[in-house]
């Protein structure tokens, strides 16, 4: 079973810095465990960027499923 602090503890080590090099952020608003799915709010430069939902995909996804298998999918908010 996979619980959110988990899924933050990968999103702080791995995701905040490459976010925050660029002037943003994120930060996880829920995991639904049935789904597999994370809700993410980006914040700072990345939460309005035409380019948001691409990072939430190459970036955010990429470096959950490699740690957590569980996570199936990452949406925005």
Known sequence: MVN???IRDIMDKYV????QSHGGDGE?????????EVKVR???SCGSC???QM?????VLRVLQ??????????GE
């Open 50 to 52: 035409p380019f948001a």
């Open 55 to 59: 990072t939430l995909r190459s970036l």
């Open 28 to 36: 996880i608003v829920s995991f639904d465990q049935e789904k597999g």
């Open 4 to 6: 959110d602090n988990r």
């Open 66 to 75: 490699e740690h957590i298998p569980e996570v199936k999918s990452v949406v």
């Open 16 to 19: 905040r810095p490459a976010l």
């Open 42 to 44: 980006l914040t700072g």
